[in-house]
DNA sequence: GAGTGCATCTCGCTC
DNA sequence: GAGCGAGGTGCACTC
């Protein structure tokens, strides 16, 4: 990892620097005394303060306060930046078209300046979403009850797509609304679409809400429309779970 | 603003500075070759590759790769963090309570290490929320059209609360649905349930979305229900707006 | 490019 | 602390 890092650059330096590093494609990181505007999907200024400044390869462009996980200013990927100098004062531009965005930054001071050439071909491995749950329940549909046969996936209807649709033993349609964490009322709305959609041709008509908890009013919800609940924890497997594991105890 | 920077830290070294921005509430910034495990909520692995590092003062922990505005590999605020070095190899540990969440960090290689106690009491202002359209329709109400009169906002109801609630000059009861952005079929749907929540007790119901524009989706949807579309934009005024103005141009 | 829905969403609000 | 809804949501996916 090629990189560069200066300490209380001059306007000048941190000018030079910055653009080297947009120019090389690199990560560029700034802590700086610091005001923005931005203007677009929304519009908002920042008053003076210290905040870390992140530029990325593919255009990302983030302001960090010293709180909050979300970035208190940004552009997405595929933003354009630009520095300049004006009267011995940095500004950072970040421009995006389509929808069209601008974000000014004005540099009053900055501490540090630095960019980091980064290699990085790994891709992040995650599990335990509401796909999961849909895969292993294809494959186990026992796991909803004995007898259970699930028929289609991403069943396509006028309120949108069911999970799950199949049908219990009793040859009953059975439509499952899956969600990966604990299911709130709008879940057994959006179950209760579904199932009132069928009830037009079919009478016997079950809806099962497949989730890893329920809150109390989506619960008393279930139970007023004759509902049920189904308590399925998203799967957690990762499919080389033992190359990473190597790597850190290796 | 006071900050520490080091180049290719021995692992002594960066868990020395570490150590250092955790106990001093600083932002810490690191440019490493990492691997990183999560479990939690979802659980993920990351195999080796260089990344940017940031630990806020409030416990947020992110990896950035060198694309996407999202870390790839985060713990929210109020995480704790720590550092801990084994066999020469610098691991740091991100855990969450309520849901319990763990993130492990593996630095195979620290090219760059920092922290910077950083001072910030600016809040950001925004502007060109949906609460923003509301505050001006209830103002101005004739924006909508002549003669209409607001009577609620909030206004509760078993399908979730109406933006605004009022009576067109006719007398009719007249539901508004507000979004700031282009609207889509959802918020269609979510007016008709208000329209037809009314439709029990009166038979003359309005209702119009208020958006700054529309999907054809969405518009067939409205003209099947016989309900209505008004175009209106979020105002975009920022109270201070001369502050900033002179903050950037002085 | 537009539209739809999930997310370790985050965040602020209310109860 | 739990639940609910908005967001400059971001992001992947489909059409």
């Known amino acids: 990892m090629k990189f560069i890092s200066k300490n209380n650059p001059t306007p000048q330096e941190t000018c030079e620097i910055i653009n080297e ?31 870390m400044i992140l530029i990325k390869p593919d255009g990302s462009f983030m302001i960090h306060q010293n709180h909050k996980l979300d970035p208190v200013n940004w ?12 009267d ?13 965005e601008h974000l000014l930054v004005k540099l009053n001071t900055t501490y540090l300046v630095s960019y980091c050439l980064v290699r990085d071909s790994e891709d992040l491995e995650v599990t335990g979403h509401e ?49 990966s964490r604990k ?23 079950r809806g099962i809400l497949v989730a890893p908890g329920v809150t109390d009013d989506a619960q008393e919800m279930l139970d007023k429309y004759e509902l049920e609940f189904k308590m399925v924890k998203p799967p957690k497997e990762l499919k080389i779970d033992k190359k990473v594991t190597l790597d850190f105890f290796l």
Chains 1, 2 share one sequence.
């Open 21 to 51: 590093g947009l120019r090389k494609k690199a990560m560029i990181t700034l802590y700086s005394c610091c005001c923005a505007k931005y203007n677009g999907r929304a519009k908002s200024q920042l008053g003076l303060g210290e905040r």
């Open 75 to 86: 552009q997405p990927p595929k933003s354009h930046s630009k520095v300049k100098i004006k």
């Open 88 to 100: 011995d004062i940095v500004f950072l531009e970040s421009v995006r078209r389509s929808p069209e």
């Open 131 to 179: 796909k999961d749950m849909g895969k292993m329940l294809w494959k186990h549909p026992n796991m909803i009850e004995n007898g259970f046969r699930p028929t289609n996936m991403e069943y396509a209807t006028e309120s949108g797509f069911i999970d799950i649709l199949g049908k219990d033993k009793n040859g009953f349609l059975t439509i499952l609304e899956l969600k």
């Open 183 to 205: 299911a709130g009322v709008s879940a057994v709305k959006q179950l209760l679409r579904y199932v009132n959609d069928f009830k037009e041709d079919k009478s016997h008509v």
